[in-house]
């Protein structure tokens, strides 16, 4: 079973922010896979679904952000999930709005997300898709750019990177994560 995690927040107010640009890849996987994401149990909202013959499993940690590992845990625990078989995907500050890059493994970077999840795993060798959203102008305060939206001129960026995620993660149901890295790192 392959486990895809999209970080972020729960709540109206951060719906299609910086920060849940994970939550917006799941969810265009979601309607994609005809895979609904029903299930509000182990601190997460997910669907399960079949996809090349490949059994997925699509979560959405409801938490909040720092404390994601929790959710992710329960759920590999409770359906038997392989580290291996398991891929998050979350907003990075490093990376210019829209770029994506695919990772094995690697440090959180200073995401509380990701340090959640390496904590609640103890390994940072998993499977990641890190989304570019850029560093906030000087005078911004980074919690507050984080969970603000995204300006008009970034729009298209984020909306091709969140469609280009979405295909890395369709393209790995059939291909091993390595080579996906290959034909998707920019």
């Not at 795993?121 to 603000?148: A, C, M």
Request: net charge neutral; with cysteine.
């Amino acid at each position: 079973m392959k486990l895809i995690v999209g970080l972020g927040n729960p709540g109206k107010q951060y719906e299609h922010t910086r920060h849940n640009v994970g939550f917006d890849v799941v969810e265009e996987l979601s309607t994609r896979l005809n895979i609904p994401l029903s299930q509000s149990k182990l601190k997460g909202l997910y669907g399960m679904g079949a996809v090349s013959g490949q059994k997925v499993l699509l979560l959405k940690p409801l938490t909040y952000m720092n404390l994601s590992g929790e959710s992710v845990r329960a759920v590999m625990d409770y359906y038997k999930v392989e580290i291996e078989d398991l891929l998050v995907i979350y907003d990075d500050l490093d990376l210019p709005v829209g770029k994506i890059r695919l990772r094995q493994k690697g440090s959180p970077g200073g995401h509380n997300g990701i340090k959640s999840i390496v904590a609640h795993l103890g390994t940072q060798e998993f499977n990641r898709i890190r989304i570019g959203i850029d560093h906030p102008d000087t005078g911004i305060s980074v919690p507050d750019y984080v969970l603000g939206k995204f300006r008009a001129d970034e729009q298209s960026f984020i909306e091709a990177a969140v469609k280009k995620s979405a295909d890395a993660c369709e393209t790995w149901m059939d291909k091993p994560f390595l080579q996906v890295m290959n034909d998707f790192n920019q």
